[in-house]
């Protein structure tokens, strides 16, 4: 596809009503692109999460349109955007959100068993995607056999699993350290240049900021400002990714 994964034109989106009534996002238009690791920046309470909503198709736009691999979303009922996000769509998010009583290959191979795919197909196809995030050697485990940056690792498998055009994640390495952050955003870095997806990380942590090809700073439900930056080529090396 040589235009935008997604796109957002002059979406605005208002939450609650009456006295509180908030506008978190106001009149923002921008493109994902494949290849490319794009971080958006700002506050608690600057619309970062909300925005990543609505790109996602998990909110509806109050205005505007939210464009999916070309297609708009505009009128789309719920089945229609748990179709995109399922074919379009791979997220990853905060607090991992794994099942405590199934393995890490049982985890990623969910993303396959919603789809209707063959249980043997599947399996090979999730034990494939725990290898390419460096996780050959835990596909049996559990949850709690695993650390944090393992159990994300597992997480972004099964965002990867389905083979989404984009990625889109919600503070991926807000519960851990230094170390293991480093790693997971190495492979989202990795997934974007070598995968030729388009990914975007939410964040408003500044470590960050060496893996992104592009930023995006919101402010107040605005983006306020966008930097382009060359990454350094040895940054990938991070991830620990198996291929």
Do not use: W
């Amino acid at each position: 596809m040589t235009g935008p994964i997604l796109e957002a034109r002059h979406v605005s989106k208002r939450l609650g009503r009456g006295a509180g009534e908030v506008h978190a996002v106001k009149d923002v238009s921008l493109e994902l692109k494949t290849g490319e690791l794009t971080l958006l920046m700002g506050p608690s309470g600057s619309g970062k999460t909300t925005l990543l909503s609505m790109l996602g198709c998990m909110l509806t736009p109050t205005s505007g349109t939210v464009h999916v691999s070309g297609r708009s979303t505009e009128g789309a009922g719920s089945q229609e955007l748990a179709c995109l996000r399922r074919e379009h769509i791979g997220f990853i998010f905060q607090t991992y959100h794994l099942f405590p009583t199934l393995t890490a290959t049982e985890n990623v191979q969910l993303a396959l068993d919603v789809r209707g795919e063959p249980a043997d197909v599947a399996r090979k196809a999730a034990q494939d995607a725990l290898v390419r995030v460096g996780l050959r050697q835990k596909l049996r485990s559990y949850p709690r056999e695993l650390s944090g940056g393992e159990q994300q690792r597992v997480a972004i498998a099964r965002a990867l699993v389905s083979g989404p055009s984009a990625i889109l994640a919600d503070e991926p390495t807000a519960a851990l350290d230094t170390e293991n952050g480093q790693a997971v955003m190495g492979i989202l870095s990795d997934i974007a240049k070598e995968h030729g997806r388009g990914v975007l990380v939410v964040t408003h942590d500044t470590r960050l900021l060496p893996f992104a090809d592009r930023i995006l700073n919101i402010e107040d439900g605005r983006i306020v400002r966008e930097e382009r930056q060359h990454r350094k080529p040895d940054l990938r090396a991070a991830s620990s990714v198996q291929r």
